[in-house]
Nanobody, 127 residues
């Protein structure tokens, strides 16, 4: 069973930055695409960003384009989300997710395609 653990959440002011990290229990994680989703109070879970297992293909939601950057660690079993120019609307619980892929460029924003999820980590942005 793949386990994912998120770290790095917390409180930031509007315009500030936070960096989330997600580490997998799997040491050989090379064929897993990974993604970040978030869920704000009273709202449905939404896609934030995804990255291919090779780290060369990424996709992000329009609401975070130009502000959030997803990347993989050198060991490939970690993924980071650098969040810059934070807005109060970014306040949510952020979840790391992973899925096994056959093709290196296979990434998707659909949450149902990800069988493995972390517990989530709170990000709060004050105005």
């Amino acid at each position: 069973q793949v386990q994912l653990v998120e770290t790095g959440g917390g409180l930031a002011q509007a315009g500030g930055s936070l960096r989330l990290s997600c580490a997998s229990s799997e040491h050989t994680f090379n064929n897993f695409a990974m993604a970040w989703f978030r869920q704000a109070p009273g709202k449905e879970r939404e896609f934030v960003a995804a990255i291919s297992w090779g780290g060369d293909i990424t996709n992000s939601a329009d609401s975070v384009k130009g502000r959030f950057i997803i990347s993989r660690g050198s060991a490939k079993n970690t993924v980071h989300l650098q969040m810059n120019n934070l807005e109060p609307e970014d306040t949510a619980v952020y979840y790391c997710a992973a899925r096994s892929t056959v093709r290196s460029g296979d990434i998707t924003p659909r949450s149902l395609e990800y069988p493995y999820w972390g517990q989530g980590i709170q990000v709060t942005v004050s105005s």
